[in-house]
């Protein structure tokens, strides 16, 4: 009776240390020699991910290399898991897994290790993802934004493309309207993408200004682009160079709604010094088509009470400016919950296209002309024009 008793308290011990992936992994900043990895575990842990390159034969047919959750040279303890991998060939497709081991214990150099959580490469396919190819002649890709949590909207619209033909998707802002928990964030909107798309296809994300707001608003950057040192940044596809700006909240700081908490006109400030030097940047100029991705568009002279907030006058007076001297081929926004296209004039000599809330937004690129198309939920095209070199 005494060793059932120990034998029964073991096993129950050890399924009590049992580990999970609960979310992910998904991909972020997928750039031409690298890509971050992201994943949550129920359990305090160590994570790494395993590279292999693309092939038919088994995983476990050798060992691959482990690229591990770090900080300064330590792993970290975490339940949230973002990894950056390094070095990699553009245009070339990899398969991977996420591993993770709980941390039972840690006292001074000792070290109590529990139990493994991984993705399957057994009984499924190894989760796989392309890295960028700037050399590609073609690209293809959507934009949804302002659900605002709405579950069943994403799946509608992300049922309007083919995935299997969709290099990447454009998350551009307010997916929630506001965070106050990680269980929100995924229940949201994160865990229908992982289901949909986003473990292998690369999704990048613009941050709206309802994602500023709620308690959890500050732990944002943990989740998307948690390798980067801002949320703002650009990548390129094919013949498309995106720049992803963060426009930030809509209301001035000292707005009551605001308690105080915010500094974005001087944020948008620092982020436009950045976009200065971005489009100085040869990987800029050299790019056949040029988009800028920003939640808030800018303010219009033309435009009804909704486009000339504080919001949609700061991206106007702190970005424009810049932008009207590179010449970009297209300005992508949300926020308006409304579809809107201002054509190029003599002042702005591109269009800036404000996706509605309840359409999906499909670009194909070539190196000599884009074709951007604009659909509802129930695939009815709202809009279609091309653009050429």
Known sequence: MLLLGIATFLYSQDEISKITITHGPYLQNVGSNEA?????????????????????GSFYAKEHPRYFDTSNGIKNTSTIHAVKVKGLTPGKQYRYRVFAQEVLK????????????????????????????????ATSFVMVNDIHGDNKLLEDLMSRCNLTQTDFVLFNGDMLSFINSEDQLFKGFMDTAVRLFASEIPMYYARGNHETRGVFATE???YFSPCQEHLYYAFRQGPVYCIVLDTGEDKPDSDIEYAGITQYDLYRTEQSEWLASILESTEYKEAPFKIIVAHIPPAVTEAGPDEDWHGNVEVEQKFMPLLRQAYPDLMLCGHLHRFVRHDATDKTSFPVVVNSNTSLLRIYATTTQMKIEVMDR????????IIKK
């Open 378 to 385: 129930d695939g009815k095209m709202l809009d279609e024009f």
């Open 106 to 137: 840690h006292t001074g150099y000792k070290i109590i290790y529990g139990s493994y959580a991984s993705t399957d490469v057994y009984y499924r396919k190894p989760l796989t993802f392309h890295t960028c190819n700037p050399q590609a002649p």
């Open 220 to 222: 944002i950057q943990r």
């Open 36 to 56: 971050t990895i992201v994943w949550i575990t129920d359990k305090p842990s160590i994570g790494w991910v395993e590279l292999a390159s693309d092939g038919n």
